[in-house]
Antibody, heavy 118, light 108 residues
């Protein structure tokens, strides 16, 4: 059974870096696209970016200057790094899987609430 | 970016009733790239419909999607208790992919 799990610090100080990891189990990480999506409390969904297992990335232009994603196929993990965070980056962060060349997110992690506060 | 506007914001209906949810795009979206999700409180979204009208694995046939161009619809033919949730449409025809703001289907 496919399972995704987000992990990382739940509290980040303003101007610092938000780093999260998503661990995938229940299959091979290969041959899928892996995305990060976030949701501020009480609000809608925002796509952050995606990475393929070959390392190719596509980022939301609104976050591109602050964003880096990476993948470690040997560990079935992919990661997110968002620099210079502000309170506006406070949200539940989800990792999700999609078939190649699609953004039909058929598997999601449970989400992790990250708060940016001093 | 393409802005998706969902209406109504909230839909108050009784179990057994029909729900019709609208998703309007600020520019044309190819049908293959329009998706619907369901989200319940405290849970991640769940894929319902992809390619405008194809049901995802395990989704009951009371859920259906239709539309083209800038106007898309999610229909729930007869609401069941577990269908009361928030529904989001999503497009990935044009980068960046975007989501609508959601329609909440609540019990009347």
């Amino acid at each position: 059974q496919v399972h995704l799990q987000e992990s990382g610090p739940r509290l980040v100080k303003p101007s610092e870096t938000l780093s999260l990891t998503c661990t995938f189990s229940g299959g091979s990480i290969s041959s899928f696209y892996w995305s990060w999506i976030r949701q501020p409390a009480g609000k809608g969904l925002e796509w952050i970016g995606r990475i393929s297992t070959s390392g190719g990335t596509r980022y939301n232009p609104f976050l591109k200057s602050r964003l880096t994603m990476s993948v470690d196929t040997s560990k079935n993990q992919f990661s997110l790094s968002l620099i210079s965070v502000t309170a506006a980056d406070t949200a539940v962060y989800y990792c999700a899987r999609a078939e190649p060349d699609t953004a039909n997110f058929d598997s999601w992690g449970q989400g992790i609430l990250v708060t940016v506060s001093s | 970016e393409i802005v998706l506007t969902q209406s109504p914001g909230t839909l108050s209906l009784s179990p057994g009733e029909r729900a019709t949810l609208s998703c309007r795009a600020s520019q044309s979206v190819r049908s293959s790239y329009l998706v619907w999700y369901q989200q319940k409180p405290g849970q991640a979204p769940r894929l319902l419909i992809y390619g405008t009208s194809s049901r995802a694995t395990g989704i009951p046939d009371r859920f259906s999607g239709s539309g083209s161009g800038t106007d898309f619809t999610l229909t729930i033919s007869r609401l069941e208790a577990e269908d009361f949730a928030v529904y989001y449409c999503q497009q990935y025809d044009t980068s960046p992919q975007t989501f609508g703001q959601g329609t909440k289907v609540e019990i009347k």
